[in-house]
């Protein structure tokens, strides 16, 4: 699976957007893009996935740059509790492939 | 989303004892789960993979002889830590995956194993 890069922390402010950038220069064409998240001390949970597209769910969005080299995770309106490590892992579509994590983003949601 | 269950949520044992975690896929049947570790302040690292009905998978520096995994039905995996250490200490955590191409992969709550 392809190497993923994302800051190491953020802040954001309570009720404005979060954006958490992806690099993931290294993607090849049957590999998608998973965000997940974990909050302290919980299993991670799934946030939003896509391929080429950009996505939204009712949790966030993903905006996937053209080339396919880095992507966006939005939270439009971040609360106290979307405190967490947000990961970014790129995967092929083989469904026996388990996820490799990275450093993940330590993002900080502030009153 | 799927449902997974970890038990227990949290377990402190003596030194040289053994601890049993088990993952149950509630309401999907599950022919691999996956194993993570994660220490301190750092990521989640895969420990092996789950196969039901035959042996596990083990990632490399992970002794299979001292973290015992039984897949012995399509829901349950069980997780067994033998003759436990501090350095065992740890937040042990499963995962599953439908098994459908490119589903996402549902986690269970994590297990916090700390070896007095």
């Known amino acids: 699976d392809a190497k993923t890069t994302q800051p190491p922390s953020m802040d954001c402010a309570e009720g404005r957007a979060a954006n958490l950038p992806c690099n993931h220069s290294t993607i090849s064409g049957n590999e998608y893009v998973y965000w997940y998240r974990q909050i302290h001390s919980q299993g991670p949970q799934y946030i939003i996935h896509?391929?080429?597209n950009n996505e939204t769910n009712e949790m966030a969005s993903l905006i996937i740059t053209e080339d396919r080299k880095s992507s966006t995770l939005i939270l439009p309106h971040a609360t106290l509790r979307d405190t967490a490590v947000y990961y970014c892992?790129?995967?092929?579509?083989?469904?026996?492939?388990?996820?490799?994590f990275g450093g993940g983003t330590r993002l900080m949601v502030k009153p | 989303g799927a449902v997974v269950s970890q038990h227990p949520s949290w377990v402190i044992c003596k030194s040289g004892t053994s601890v049993k975690i088990e993952c149950r896929s509630l309401d999907f049947q599950a022919t691999t789960m996956f194993w993570y570790r994660q220490f301190p302040k750092q990521s989640l690292m895969l420990m092996a993979t789950s196969n039901e009905g035959s042996k596990a998978t083990y990632e490399q520096g992970v002794e299979k002889d001292k973290f015992l995994i039984n897949h012995a039905s399509l829901t349950l995996s069980t997780l067994t830590v033998t003759s436990a250490h501090p350095e065992d200490s740890s937040f042990y955590i499963c995962s599953v995956r439908p098994g459908e191409r490119n589903t996402e992969a549902f986690f269970g709550q994590g297990t916090r194993l700390t070896v007095v």
């Open positions: 892992i790129v995967r092929a579509n083989n469904a026996g492939n388990m996820l490799t």
């Open positions: 896509g391929l080429k």
